[in-house]
């Protein structure tokens, strides 16, 4: 078959990188007191939409009324082999209130399924950008034609795709405000480099631009000392660990594919400790998140011709087993994660906060409806044989590949079948039928609304919907017009990112690894 006809062209090269590739790691540190330079009045810069940067937890808590989060990321393509390497230490577990342990996929679209994309978003975790073709400093045509072809092909609501990370973590003071342009929520692309231990760490809790970056100020030019100026954008630092050599021996993306104190060969047990220990410097003081940044293609046994790395494997599992054992250790995404910090509440009222509860959309299973959910979407998927990186996806090939010129493609219509609709404003992904152009949803108990984002050619207002094309391919069409089904009902937003959870991870893996999708991004 094509895939494997494709792999044997690919070969040892694609293997060679899959070892070999890793970016997003950093040598010491990044910034420092006097080159940051950062002022900023907290009296005047108040949650929810603004806030300092700061190494004390928000909203004036405790640490010890403070949740320990731990956010998960992954980068790059999705594909069925990255999502069993996710599933592998996430399907199993549950945060404190029970619900199954959402995540950060940064995702850019070479080799990327874009129906895996669909049931990973479905099933509650998150979707952000990570540029269409893995490229550093991108320009503005990379960070948005990333949005619009998750949205035309895999149904991410435009509205949900909230963040960015830089590829190889490499972007300018103009890449910030980019992503401000176009109604972006947060950026998770740099780095805190210092321990939490150190008088002048730069592990700060996420914080708004409002005064400038205080974190890579001696790595980025044009940032820092109050620039850039974005009010409203927020920050994500990525925490490092540190191992003996302390802040000479971070650890940033990927740790345990590092060499640990100054050694030559990589050691899990050194790797496990030295991640222990800065967890607990995190947990006894003021509690700043810590993540685990990954690119899950080094950690798949599911990869062909690749020999898993089951060594490394256990030990973060084990890593992971050690801090659920410690109280008040909350897994999240990084959604999840400023969802709290805007509205911060005790440890003592999280099983009441919403974002970190598992809603689930009541969808009934035997209906046959290409929805993101595996049991109602087997056999409706269509197959987009391309030669790069084909895919399958619920609405409709386009007739070329996308691109960062061409984000939205007409669609191509195989004979004998009909066009397919894309997810309009107003119509969440599990409810949408792209087959039958119509929603599930007849009530406003459901009823949603996605916000436009000016994205479109010529600084058009973006809504989604329509059937592809929409004036990308110079051809000035126009979008169909979005579907209107609630006569208007007073939308709330009841499922979209965090909100959404259909079931566990574990069934979207299985049903990815069914697909035998077998190509890589790195």
């Known amino acids: 078959m094509w895939i494997s006809a494709l792999l044997s062209v690919l070969g040892i090269a694609l293997q060679v990188s899959v070892v070999t590739a890793q970016d ?12 940051a330079g950062y002022s900023c009045d907290p009296s005047q810069c108040q949650l929810p939409n603004c806030n300092c940067a700061s190494t004390s937890p928000p909203g004036g808590l405790s640490p010890s009324d403070v949740p320990q989060f731990v956010v998960f990321t992954a980068d790059d393509a999705i594909q069925s082999y990255t999502i069993d390497s996710v599933n592998q230490f996430l399907a199993q577990r549950q945060n404190p209130n029970g619900c199954p342990i959402k995540m950060t996929y940064f995702t850019s679209l070479n080799y990327t399924n874009y129906t895996l994309v669909t049931d990973w978003y479905v099933a509650g975790n998150e979707i952000a950008d990570h540029t269409m073709t893995h490229v550093g400093s991108p320009p503005a045509d990379e960070i948005n034609g990333n949005i619009i072809a998750l949205n035309a092909l895999a149904g991410i609501p435009l509205d949900a795709i909230q963040g960015f990370r830089a590829p190889y973590l490499n972007y300018t003071a103009q890449t910030l405000q980019l992503l401000a342009n176009v109604d972006f929520t947060y950026d998770s692309s740099s780095a805190a480099s210092i321990p939490v231990t150190d008088p002048g760490t730069d592990a700060y809790w996420p914080y708004t631009l409002d005064n400038g970056l205080a974190n890579d100020c001696l790595t980025v030019e044009g940032i820092c000392k109050g620039l850039p100026k974005i009010p409203g954008l927020w920050e994500i630092p990525m925490y490092a660990f540190f191992d003996e050599l302390g802040i000479d021996g971070p650890h940033l993306m990927d740790p345990w594919l590092d060499t640990a104190n100054g050694a030559s060969s990589v050691n899990d047990s050194a790797t496990f400790e030295y991640m222990k220990n800065t967890f607990t410097a995190h947990y006894t003081g003021n509690r700043q998140p810590i993540g685990l940044y990954t690119h899950p293609i080094h950690l798949s046994t599911t990869y062909p011709g690749v020999d898993p790395p089951n060594s490394t494997i256990q030990m973060i599992n084990d890593y992971l087993d050690w801090l659920q054992m410690q109280q008040d250790v909350w897994i999240v995404s990084n959604e999840q994660l400023l969802a709290w910090v805007r509205n911060p509440v005790p440890v003592s009222e999280l099983d009441s906060f919403e974002p970190l509860k598992c809603s689930t959309p009541q969808v009934d299973s035997s209906l046959k409806i290409c929805n993101g959910i595996p049991q109602n979407e087997a056999g409706l998927l269509e197959e987009c044989d391309f030669p790069d990186f084909p895919f399958f996806t619920c609405y409709g090939c386009p007739q070329v590949e996308v691109s960062p010129s061409n984000p939205n493609p007409p669609q191509q219509v195989p004979a004998g079948e009909q066009i397919r609709y894309r997810l309009p404003s107003n119509c969440s992904t599990p409810f949408w039928d792209p087959i039958a152009g119509s929603c599930l949803c007849q009530s406003s108990a459901c009823a949603f609304t996605d916000n436009s984002r000016p994205i479109g050619p010529n600084g058009a207002n973006l809504t989604g919907g329509g059937t592809g094309g929409d004036g990308f391919d110079g051809s000035g069409s ?23 959870g259909m079931m566990s991870a574990l069934a979207v893996g299985t049903f990815g690894a069914a697909t035998g999708w077998v190509l890589v991004n790195v």
């Open 24 to 35: 997003g790691s950093i040598s010491g540190p990044t910034s420092s007191s006097s080159a």
């Open 478 to 500: 126009t979008p169909t017009p979005t579907y209107i089904n609630f006569n208007g009902a007073s939308p709330a937003k009841l499922w979209s990112g965090s909100l959404v």
